[in-house]
Nanobody, 125 residues
Framework: QVQLVESGGVLVQSGGSLTPSCAAS????????MAWYRQVPGKERDVVAH????????AYVLSVRGRFNISRDNAKTALYLRMNNLKPEDTAIYYC??????????????????WGQGTQVTVSS
């Protein structure tokens, strides 16, 4: 079955760096675009960054552009998010998942809920 296990979130000071990771299994990881999402209490889960299946292209929301870097290792079926110059507003639970297009266009993902537990990133000011 599909499993997505995020780890690496910790409490870090403003300006610090962190690299959460995601271990994926149970699906064709190397064939799908992937993404990192984040959620704060009371708000919807929003995409932060996404990357193509081969890792050749990535995109970021404006608020993290230039500070975050998404990468993947298809041999290890792992997804990473290098986070630099962290700000208090980056505080959230971070989740890995398929990218938004895959999420809504492929039946398996559109009709299922495979979200993991996420990993908490807290940035102190």
């Amino acid at each position: 079955q599909v499993q997505l296990v995020e780890s690496g979130g910790v409490l870090v000071q403003s300006g610090g760096s962190l690299t959460p990771s995601c271990a994926a299994s149970g699906f064709a990881f190397s064939s799908l675009g992937m993404a990192w999402y984040r959620q704060v209490p009371g708000k919807e889960r929003d995409v932060v960054a996404h990357i193509t299946a081969d890792g050749g292209h990535s995109a970021y929301v404006l608020s993290v552009r230039g500070r975050f870097n998404i990468s993947r290792d298809n041999a290890k079926t792992a997804l990473y998010l290098r986070m630099n110059n962290l700000k208090p507003e980056d505080t959230a639970i971070y989740y890995c998942y398929v990218d938004p297009v895959t999420r809504w266009t492929i039946q398996q993902w559109r009709e299922s809920n495979f979200w993991g537990q996420g990993t908490q990133v807290t940035v102190s000011s």
